[in-house]
């Protein structure tokens, strides 16, 4: 081997070498600033997370949008037609107290979804006329709502026990206990159960059942 081509090889061992350091050293580069960008791309925990489960996670179990989403739509579903409901050609008296039981419990069944929604509309009626109980409301869902995420970083322990799904709603109801109180929370309660009791108790006793008069007389025959 001349002198020329042993510089020129040890040269070329110098030159891979450099290059070999160079990759090392953008791997490593790579390696460090993988992480970072992970991190930032996918928010870290929370973006490793399913949107369900972080749309759910501030929610105890039974109070998901889905299960009540699902509960109203089986609701919906099952409503009878609003036209036969209030159709006044259906309302007669009941001619005696066997009569008019009979019409309440059957009436209950049929259109138990139709009373469910004259329920729920009475109570939205009650709090949108009451600005207070709209502020007593949102003073719950607030109490709630931070009760439920202390509990998520930290267990609550209060007397000794830890402070489940249903007694953040208790602890919940305490603290805002008394803006209800200051909104006549107890009034409008009671307005609402007594509408309630007055106009579906109304239409279960007047409505005729479903069937007319054949199924009255069934229902009325002696055993």
């Not at 972080?54 to 109203?72: D, I, N, Q, Y």
């Not at 309302?91 to 009436?107: A, D, I, Y």
């Not at 729920?120 to 995420?149: D, E, K, N, R, W």
């Not at 109304?202 to 055993?223: N, Q, Y």
């Amino acid at each position: 081997m001349t002198i020329h081509q042993h510089w020129r090889a040890k040269a070329g061992a110098h030159i891979q070498g450099e290059n070999c350091l160079v990759d090392m050293d953008s791997k490593a580069g790579d390696r460090f600033s993988a992480e970072p960008a992970d991190a930032a791309g996918s928010g870290g925990v929370m973006g490793s997370l399913p949107l369900k489960e972080l749309e759910g996670l501030w929610l105890p179990k039974g109070l998901s949008p889905s299960v009540a989403k699902e509960w109203f739509d089986r609701r919906r579903a099952s409503i009878r037609p609003w036209a036969g409901f209030v159709d006044h050609r259906k309302f007669t008296k009941p001619r005696n107290f066997g009569e008019l039981c009979q019409r309440v419990v059957r009436n209950f069944d049929t259109y138990n979804s139709n009373y469910t929604f004259i329920f729920l509309g009475l109570i939205i009626y009650c709090i949108i006329s009451s600005p207070m109980l709209l502020i007593a409301l949102a003073v719950f869902v607030g109490a709630f709502y931070i009760i439920h995420l202390k509990s998520l970083e930290s267990k609550l322990v209060i007397f000794g026990k830890e402070v489940t799904g249903p007694h953040q709603l208790g602890l919940a109801g305490a603290v805002s206990f008394p803006v209800f109180w200051l909104a006549g929370a107890g009034a409008a309660v009671f307005w609402v159960l007594g509408a309630t009791m007055f106009v579906i108790g109304s239409h279960a006793a007047f409505r005729e059942l479903e069937g007319g008069s054949e199924m009255e007389e069934l229902f009325m025959e002696p055993v």
